[in-house]
């Protein structure tokens, strides 16, 4: 079987290419990046798979965020955007309850969390 080493460019170009996902150009670098320290945390390569990408990683706004992990700080938010009005302390709240998921916190201020 060839294997192919893979530059973190190469990855988040691959990863933008997928039709089915859509990631921002800050996001699919950002996981590439995660990726790359992986493999080199783990003293080997990783299998760089999209599809298996797509299905373990999401870009989360901070209203998606919201949505997905807001239960986890133990207080029921609205389903709309008035949350927004206490969003430092609520996003504070919920990026410590999700820490273990969140991979970065991007520029654009969206997020990338690895969901499994």
């Known amino acids: ?6 530059t973190t460019n190469e990855a988040a170009h691959i990863l933008l290419a997928d039709e089915n996902a859509s990631w921002t150009y800050e996001g699919a670098h950002a996981i ?11 003293g080997d390569d990783v299998e760089f798979c999209h599809v298996a990408i797509r299905c373990d990683f999401s870009e989360y706004t ?5 949505a997905q ?5 133990g207080r029921d938010l609205p389903s ?3 949350w927004a009005a206490n969003c430092e302390e ?4 919920i990026k410590e309850a999700a820490e273990e998921h ?8 969206n997020f990338i969390v690895r969901d499994c």
């Open 32 to 42: 590439a990046q995660y990726i790359e320290d992986l493999s080199e945390d783990m």
């Open 90 to 93: 609520i996003m504070s709240e």
């Open 69 to 73: 992990y807001g239960y986890t700080i």
């Open 62 to 66: 901070a209203n998606d965020l919201v």
């Open 80 to 82: 709309d955007d008035s």
């Open 1 to 6: 079987m060839l294997t192919q080493i893979l």
């Open 102 to 109: 969140i991979v970065a916190e991007l520029e654009n201020g």
